[in-house]
């Protein structure tokens, strides 16, 4: 949950400009405090008898005009200490409106992250509901196209596709992880984002991402990347690892509770292939 960069700036600026004024202010009281301590105790009799005590008119004039500016000095500090204190109480009002709008988008973020988790949830056990979480009998594994080199004699293979699939294949039985992009756990994306980087390929952690990243193909070849759910928000991938008795398998992270595995690609909705470039 970020802060957008004026408020993130302020955020830690202000507190220290508002203890600036703060401290101003302080002092600039103590000063009127003591101001009004003499004319308290002295009153103005100790400015009056200055000035009877004066022994000629010239001495006379002397001292009025020096009590005068003592005045003036006073009068001024005591108008410093009402500009500094209302400039604190202006900073202060600006940064407790930011911390309080920070808090209210924070509850926000966390509200949506809540009702996400939730539906991500509720979409994996109906995923599961519908096609099951593995492959005959439930086993991690389908044939033997994982690990490599059984990879690499599949028909239409790449360098790069072997890399990133033999570092899919790897993966079977991590836990799977919402956000995760290894090493030892994986969400969908996380585990093609983190395969394919093996093969020097950055992917984003996103699988609508990804879908954007690469060649869109028709008939895949091992490595390439493949999209479910065309109708309900591309949410979720794996990666095409070969056939098995004529259908297409791939390995990836299937959902909260599950493992990476692998799995038949027809079992779900097919939204497309991509070849990362």
Known sequence: MGQFPAAKTCVHRCPRRASALRLTVEVTRARVG???????????????NSLLSTGSPAK???????LTQLAHAKQQEIAKTTEVKAEFDEQKAALDQIIADQAK????????????EADMERLAALRLKAYGSGGPGGSLKIG???????????????????TAALAACMQ??????????????????????WAWAKAGVELTHYTKAQWTE??????PIVGDLVFFYPNDGLHHMGMYVGKVNGRRVM???????????MQYIDVMPLAGYVRPS
Do not use: W
């Not at 308290?40 to 400015?47: L, S, W």
């Not at 988008?105 to 996400?116: H, L, S, Y």
């Open 105 to 116: 988008k924070d509850a926000d973020m966390a509200a949506k992250k809540k009702t996400i």
């Open 214 to 219: 690469g060649k869109r193909v028709s008939t």
């Open 34 to 48: 003591v101001i009004a301590s003499e004319y308290y105790n002295g009153g103005r009799t100790q400015e009056i």
């Open 251 to 261: 390995v990836h992270a299937p959902h909260t509770g599950d493992v990476v595995r």
């Open 172 to 193: 079977i039985s991590k836990t799977y992880v919402f956000g995760s992009n290894g090493p030892n756990t994986f969400d969908c994306s996380g585990l093609t984002q």
């Open 60 to 66: 006379f004039a002397q001292q009025l005009s020096i």
């Open 144 to 162: 033997n196209l994982c690990p490599v080199p059984a990879l690499g004699t599949q028909d239409n293979t790449s360098s790069k596709g072997n």
